[in-house]
């Protein structure tokens, strides 16, 4: 009741194209720590999804490190500060030695934007190769190349194959997945340029998160750069959702394609400030020197402002100072077993996938049509609600269960993850039922029916 009005409250004062989580039952979130989140009744929620909280809610060295610097100064990057230097040299010590010039934003949207900018400056041509199902920020720049959100709107566009091995175009059965999806994005670049059209940039994810938590298949990323670079583009890698060390091995996801593969710009945010806005793009001195050529100032209010960059010291301090990544390994290790054994107990677990901490759990009604059981996973989130764990869906029909949580998940918490699953699946005392009309009822006393779902 209580709830019903605060959510009549926001809907009179935000708009309404802004959506809560669980919005039939939202949950009133008042504090947070580590991997938990505690509701105004002190309810301790498990929190699998907050890949921006990367080093834990609320972490104590991030709050002091933000506090001691605003209360010492914050200006902007007009005036020389210690502070923006010390974060790029940090930063570069991530990356290849090519990727060295740095532009300090708010938000992912704004660094895509700016990506946008620079490729297309740089080569002074307009068009852009995006994936299947991406989604690269709100921007209009942006929604203009991502799928995601502009499938449901009007406009013809084209987007490459998501390189997805489990259901997509080519499967990990083949002996080079990965050449078959490059290829097919040279196809694009052909029938691009036979319009006298001409490729500025191939925009990707380094593991494709809105696209249903999606693993390259090997060499893939090599050969689209070679066939960018010989159509005179340039290869933007997004790391907004996947760098900072989520996959464990390496502190950013597209080195996972081999040494040999670099992207021309890469782009972060969430991960980056912890919670605080904070983004860059990064990349060659080539491609920044055009951006300069052109005469006009790049100036950004709040970008690597003295407490942005305080803040991003201070979560490059505790990945390290906590081994984050060492933990993503075991962890996603773990979370990715136990994730097997349910693949093996339960026929509605049709893929198990991840890298680290970024985790993909695919639920199908059929494991040979791999139909995708949207119900269900609509019906194992909210059943997971209910025993305080917080996940939610992704891929082109949300069948797809998420996992990228804090970094500080432990082993107890992919355990715990892992048996509310099995319990949810196995739950042939189970409440659900397919309706013709509203995908599913939940019935508190409950025939003994199977669960059910049908193809969206
Ligand atoms: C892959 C990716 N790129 C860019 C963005 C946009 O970032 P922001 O919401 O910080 O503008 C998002 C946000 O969800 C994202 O997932």
């Known amino acids: 009741m209580q709830n019903d009005r605060r959510v009549l409250d926001l809907n009179r004062r935000q708009g309404k194209s802004c959506r809560l989580f ?17 509701d105004e009744a002190g309810t301790q929620y498990l929190d699998c999804i907050s890949n921006v909280q990367h080093v834990g809610h609320c972490h104590p060295h991030i709050t002091e490190a933000a506090a001691a610097q605003m209360d010492l100064l914050n200006t902007n990057t007009r005036f020389l500060h210690d502070n923006i ?17 740095f532009y300090f934003v708010n938000s992912g949207s704004e660094a895509n934007d700016l990506a946008l900018r620079l490729a297309q400056q740089y080569t002074q041509h307009e068009d852009v190769i995006v994936l299947d199902h991406a989604y690269h920020g709100h921007l209009k720049s942006l929604i203009d190349i991502s799928p995601y959100k502009f499938r449901k709107l009007t406009g013809q566009k084209e987007w490459a194959p998501l390189p997805d091995t489990y259901r997509g175009l080519y499967g990990a059965d083949l002996p080079d997945p990965g050449q078959a999806y490059a290829d097919a994005v040279k196809d694009l670049i052909e029938q691009v340029q036979s319009k006298g059209r001409k490729i500025a940039a191939f925009f990707a994810e380094s593991l494709p998160s809105v696209g249903g938590q999606v693993i390259l298949p090997n060499g893939y990323s090599a050969k689209v750069a070679e066939y960018v670079h010989s159509a005179g583009g340039v290869f933007v890698a997004d790391e907004v959702q996947s760098g900072f060390g989520r996959v464990g091995t390496h ?12 992207p021309d710009i890469l782009t972060m945010g969430k991960p980056m400030g912890n919670g605080h806005p904070l983004a860059c793009v990064v990349t060659t001195p080539e491609i920044a020197s055009a951006f300069t050529a052109n005469g ?29 990544r060492g933990n993503a390994i075991k962890v996603g290790a773990v979370l990715k077993e136990l994730f097997r054994g349910l693949h093996s107990k339960h026929e509605i677990v049709g893929d ?12 199908v009604t059929d494991r040979k049509l791999k139909t995708p059981a ?35 998940f432990s082993v107890e918490n992919a355990e715990q993850v ?5 319990r949810i699946l196995t739950g042939r005392k189970c409440d659900v ?20 779902d049908h193809e969206p």
Not at 24 to 36: E, L, M, N, T
């Open 85 to 101: 230097v010390m974060y790029a040299e940090r930063l570069a010590a991530t990356l290849p030695e090519k990727l060295c010039v």
């Open 22 to 38: 669980y919005s039939d039952d939202p949950v009133k979130i008042i504090r947070a720590r580590g991997q938990y989140l505690f």
């Open 296 to 324: 006009v100032e790049y100036f950004n209010t709040f970008g690597g402002n003295p407490v942005s960059c305080a803040i991003g010291l201070a979560v490059l301090d505790v990945i390290e100072k906590e081994d984050l």
């Open 433 to 452: 039922w397919t309706s013709t009309t509203t995908g599913f009822n939940l019935v508190f006393n409950p025939p003994q029916t199977r669960y059910q």
């Open 374 to 408: 949207t119900n269900t996973a609509a019906y194992v989130v909210k059943r997971l609600k209910e025993d305080h764990i917080v996940v939610s869906t992704d891929g082109p029909w949300d069948n797809v269960l998420k996992f990228k949580p804090p970094m500080c």
């Open 352 to 363: 198990v996938r991840g890298v680290g901490l970024f985790v993909g759990l695919e639920l």
């Open 251 to 262: 502190f950013w996801a597209f080195q996972l394609q081999g040494e040999h593969f670099c």
């Open 418 to 422: 892992a048996q509310s699953i099995d």
